[in-house]
């Protein structure tokens, strides 16, 4: 069995853990608090996607729009990326094409993405912003229809006292049910909770738990995911502890279904997500 060989930096009170199984970024600690969340029963091994931290879904998400891919969530959350130069403000980059998963092409057609983590100093925030960007690339001289979402998993003290802000008045689809219907005001958590919501949120995200503000920042989506399992779901999942629900919840950046990314021939379209952490006074 392979243990999988962790990045690490470690940088102005902030602390983050990536592997290259994905280019999933796994931790994100500032001044020694975990901001993005990890479950302590993660396999790291290879043999299955970490749960926690941002796994990438592409090129479909969940089982894909018409409910019948596997893997859950595409094909790249288990693929082993190559590094790359990082640029400016990036701590990481990686990159991986369609060439190097099998069976990728046939389903999707050409894709080459490149991935990259970095840090920038935070303005009204605690420590450093963290910065994900996702970018599909179709080498193709014919559009690039796909799924895409940053799956991120936000460390709460409690998510049964969390709110989430910045989707009031938003139609979405819940999945838990299957039935569409608009948020009104903040989203709270009483329940399994699965939905997709068709906004973008370019105006911002904001995961407040009563003890800290998670301000989200996403750009190029047109969807954002809010899932939280809760006890019964929670406990049939192998790689999360029976009481891990309570501890997450995972706001995704997104791009699925009616509303999946369509990249032009040539050209090039990027899924991202800011994120700062702020004392609860400032807002
Ligand atoms: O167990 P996985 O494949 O990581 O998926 C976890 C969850 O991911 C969420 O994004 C989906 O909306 C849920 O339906 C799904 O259960």
Redesign the pocket.
Known sequence: MTTLTPRVHDADGSRLVAYDLGATLAEWDLDGEPVLWLSDRAVLDGSA?L?GGI?I?FPW??AGPEGDRS???GLV?TATWRSAEPADEEVWAWEVGSADVSGAERLTGPFELRYAVGLRPGREAMGRELLVALAVTNPADAPLTVEA?L?TYLAVEDVRATRVLGLDGVEYYD?VDGVRRVQRGPLTFTGET???YDSGAEAGIVVDDGSRQLHLRPAGATQA?V?N?WAE?CAE?ADLADDAWQRFV?V?T?ATAHRSLTVPPGGTSTLSCTFAARPRSTT
């Open positions: 996607p749960r796994p879904c998400f969940a893997p859950s969530h959350r979402a799956h999945k699965d939905r997709v995911v899932w399992p779901r999942v995972c995704e997104a």
